[in-house]
């Protein structure tokens, strides 16, 4: 399941960061901002999270997950656009020649710790 | 409460690492291949065969992907390459590869003896399609038998592809496939990908993959040459 490794991956990164920051505080809210185009879906990453995080200093967090559109650019028409489907065609002129701006993110924005 | 702000992404690590990788395989002259597909494609009959058609002509090396067993890495071993299994259920079951583990991987093999690297990746299309591992082009292997609306519902993976494999093309005559609606779907999402139809059974249109690689591997070493600012 894709979810597992991207929460594998927040839950190492804010390790990390605790380590340098304040090793022993615990974590109680994780901002995120999680982009449409990754496929991630935030329920299962919720669930993955809980069972990664169990005796973390992050077991007692919760996820606060922003999705993010996928926004863009067509080459063709220069339209500025945005994608409601993964079907990477311009919602103006039909052009596949798009340029992705948004929609690939997998960000941890900040923690919040007690 | 305390706020502190973080700010990393993790597919902009990734992709950073993946640099790293690719930075690695030019120094060593290397051609690296990420073959992507759902299970059962026929990714490790493709590599096994290609082994055979390619390997005295090219030094081949294989990073096997697999969440819990090293099959396929035992099956590619008897050919004598070197091959490393990654075994993603150390990395908390993971669904794809990332740079990471490529890097990891990397350790393990004398790149100064390998002129293509071949990545099996997880079989599953939907993860493996937004991490970079640093390879030079990302090949997808579609089986027949998976039906023509693939691409449609995996269009993340299609996208970002450089090249289709449609394999198990020897079962044509037992399916209701439309071979045309299924090219028509990939060329939506990707009008410039282009599609080699095989069979890594019969050996059916075999010789356009290895063409197909010859000419990455050719285009890949004249590129060095160019940069290298010799003729
Ligand atoms: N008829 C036919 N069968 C094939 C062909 N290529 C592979 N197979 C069969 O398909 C099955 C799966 O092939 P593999 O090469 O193991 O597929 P894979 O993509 O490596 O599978 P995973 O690594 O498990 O995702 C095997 O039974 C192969 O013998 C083909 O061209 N034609
Ligand atoms: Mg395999
Ligand atoms: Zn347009």
């Known amino acids: 399941m894709h979810e597992m490794a991207v929460a594998d991956g927040i839950i190492k990164i804010i390790e990390e960061k605790l380590k340098e920051q304040d090793p022993k505080a615990e974590v109680r809210k994780v901002h995120l901002k999680i982009g449409k185009l990754t496929c991630v879906e935030p329920e299962a990453l919720r669930l993955s999270f809980e069972i990664l995080s169990r005796e973390t200093p992050l077991q007692k967090a919760s996820l606060y997950i922003k999705s993010i559109p996928i926004t863009g650019k067509c080459k063709d028409c220069r339209k500025n656009l945005?994608?409601?489907?993964?079907?990477?065609?311009?919602?103006?002129?039909?052009?596949?020649?798009?340029?992705?701006?948004?929609?690939?993110?997998?960000?941890?924005?900040?923690?919040?710790?007690? | 409460m305390k706020k502190i702000t973080v700010l990393t992404d993790l597919l902009e690590a990734n992709d950073v690492m993946a640099q790293e990788n690719r930075r690695i395989f030019d120094r060593n002259r290397i051609l690296t291949l990420n073959l992507m597909s759902s299970p059962g494609a026929g990714k490790t009959t493709v590599l096994e065969k290609t082994v055979e058609k390619l390997g005295k002509k090219y030094r081949l090396g294989v990073i096997e992907g697999d969440v819990a067993t090293s099959n396929d890495a035992k099956r590619l071993a008897k050919y004598k390459i070197p091959v490393v299994q990654i075994t993603t259920e150390t990395f908390g079951g993971a669904c794809h590869l990332d740079a990471n583990m490529i890097k990891k991987a990397l350790e393990k093999i004398d790149l100064t003896k390998v002129d293509i690297l071949f990545i099996e990746n997880i079989g599953n299309l939907i993860c493996p399609a937004e991490f970079d591992l640093g390879e030079h082009k990302k090949v997808i292997v579609l089986s027949l038998t998976?039906?023509?609306?693939?691409?449609?519902?995996?269009?993340?993976?299609?996208?970002?592809?450089?090249?289709?494999?449609?394999?198990?093309?020897?079962?044509?005559p037992f399916l209701d496939l439309d071979l045309s609606l299924l090219s028509r779907n990939a060329k939506k999402i990707n009008p410039r990908l282009p599609s080699i139809k095989l069979s890594a059974k019969t050996e059916e249109g075999f010789s356009d993959w290895i063409n197909w690689l010859t000419k990455q591997y050719n285009a890949k070493s004249k590129k060095r040459i160019a940069s290298c600012g010799r003729p």
């Not at chain 1, 409601?84 to 919602?91: G, H, S």
């Not at chain 2, 998976?146 to 044509?172: C, H, I, Q």
């Open chain 1, 82 to 114: 945005r994608l409601t489907k993964l079907d990477f065609a311009c919602p103006f002129c039909g052009s596949f020649r798009l340029e992705i701006k948004t929609g690939r993110e997998l960000f941890i924005e900040s923690i919040e710790i007690k």
């Open chain 2, 146 to 172: 998976e039906g023509e609306d693939k691409p449609s519902k995996y269009p993340v993976v299609f996208r970002n592809a450089d090249l289709l494999l449609v394999n198990k093309v020897d079962l044509l």
